[in-house]
């Protein structure tokens, strides 16, 4: 689902070349493969750069910009331009201005639908897919550490600024996806993540509950839509627990959390 977070509309095509090495790796399949064709041919800056980038989706990109698209006039290229900076505007954010992320409303639920699943008070503390901060700035506070395993590079810096403004001395931002998380098995005492859950799901149910120690707590929230769908079924069916919490503007989500044996 596309994102308004950002006015695409002033931004030049150029700002492709803020993108990061794990955002262009999830090109293929995610724009449309005939105006992507038309930008980069009236782009060969950001051309280069994405091959060089991110080498492994040069077969790919090979693909693309042989396409038989027509090379189009300049509102023909610039249309182009619009429709492949449109559909990355969650990722342009990211690497442009996170704080238009971190304000948006659906991102200011209640800290109690954490805090009344688990005491984070003394606990070793880690949260994947950590974005701007909503996890692990409700659990910095009271735990012993806070590891935000985040991918992209330039959240990872906000994160840390943010935790400097906070006055947080124990959140330490680290590089890492869901299904490879950069610590040893039963390591933490809590590993969560909200809005991660679900792309691959067999390998991201292992890798959180691999680096949670026997006794600790895996939590997703939110981790769902309001829905009985495969991503329901399948932490259900690993043994999770639920409830429901409201998402300002977003509506009914659900949160999922299991005490690992």
Same mark, same amino acid.
């Given at each position: 689902m596309e994102v308004r977070w950002i006015d695409t509309s002033k931004l030049s095509f150029n700002n492709m070349l803020l993108l990061e090495r794990i955002q262009i790796s999830w090109f293929p399949g995610w724009l449309p493969e005939k105006e992507l064709a038309i930008a980069l041919r009236a782009n060969p800056t950001v051309e280069w750069f994405l091959r060089n980038k991110c080498p492994e989706i040069k077969d790919w990109l090979d693909k693309v910009v042989s396409l038989e698209a027509e090379r189009g006039n300049e509102k023909d290229v610039h249309k182009a331009e619009q429709t492949i900076l449109n559909s990355l505007n969650d990722l342009l954010t990211y690497v442009i201005d996170p704080s238009i992320y971190d304000a948006q409303p659906f991102l200011q639920w209640d800290p109690s639908e954490l805090t009344s699943i688990v005491d984070f008070a003394g606990k070793i503390v880690m949260d994947v897919g950590? /974005?701007?901060g909503k996890l692990t700035f409700i659990a910095a506070p009271t735990a012993k550490v806070v590891y935000a395993v985040e991918p992209v590079g330039n959240l990872r810096l906000y994160l840390k600024q943010k935790a400097r403004e906070k006055e947080l001395s124990n959140v330490f931002p680290v590089d890492g996806l869901v299904t490879d998380i950069p610590f040893p098995d039963d390591f933490a005492d809590i590993s969560m993540g909200g809005h991660v859950f679900?792309?691959?799901?067999?390998?991201?149910?292992r890798e959180m509950e691999r680096v949670t120690k026997s006794g600790g707590m895996v939590i997703y929230c939110p981790g769902n839509n309001d829905l009985d769908n495969k991503t329901h079924q399948f932490l259900v069916k690993? /043994?999770?627990?639920w409830s429901k919490f409201e998402e300002p503007e977003e509506g009914i989500k659900r949160k999922y959390w299991k005490c690992v044996v």
């Open positions: 950590a /974005g701007t679900g792309d691959d799901r067999e390998a991201e149910f690993q /043994g999770y627990e």
